[in-house]
């Protein structure tokens, strides 16, 4: 029988907070000198936040119950953001970023390979996130 550890999902459910926290800004993240986050002029304003993932509901895998009890507790603790979500297979997103790369219109937050993520950096379709984490 297979026992998860609690530190790779604790790591799991942090970064996914990260990036899924990432795309409700307005506006650009911008770092001030100080290394400040300047958030958007109005924060109560409505958001919309897409959200492109394989986490399917009926799924019993350790990881994939932890990022589905992660996005239902965002969407709880976060009444002003509208999450779409587009809920596929591995192999569906996988083709799905990759047409969605090529016409530039990327969802907000989205589960990709390691290996992919050299061609969306490059092409200037995702940021590092190094700064904010730190």
Not at 84 to 108: F, G, M, Q, R, Y
Request: glycine content about 4%.
């Amino acid at each position: 029988m297979f026992r998860a550890s609690k530190l790779p999902a604790a790591m799991l459910a942090a970064c996914f907070s990260i990036l899924l926290l990432g795309g409700c800004a307005k506006v650009p993240y911008s770092l001030e000198a100080e290394g400040d986050y300047m958030p958007a002029a109005d924060e109560n304003a409505g958001v919309t936040l897409t959200l492109a993932h394989s986490w399917t509901a009926t799924s019993t895998t350790a990881v994939d119950s932890v990022h589905r009890s992660l996005v239902e507790r965002f969407v709880q603790d976060n009444p002003a953001i509208t999450l779409s979500e587009d809920v596929l297979d591995n192999a569906s997103l996988k083709v799905k970023i990759k047409t969605l790369a090529a016409a530039n219109a990327l969802p907000d937050v989205f589960m990709l390979l390691g290996s992919d993520a050299r061609m969306l950096l490059d092409n200037k379709l995702i940021m590092p996130v190094d700064e904010l984490l730190e």
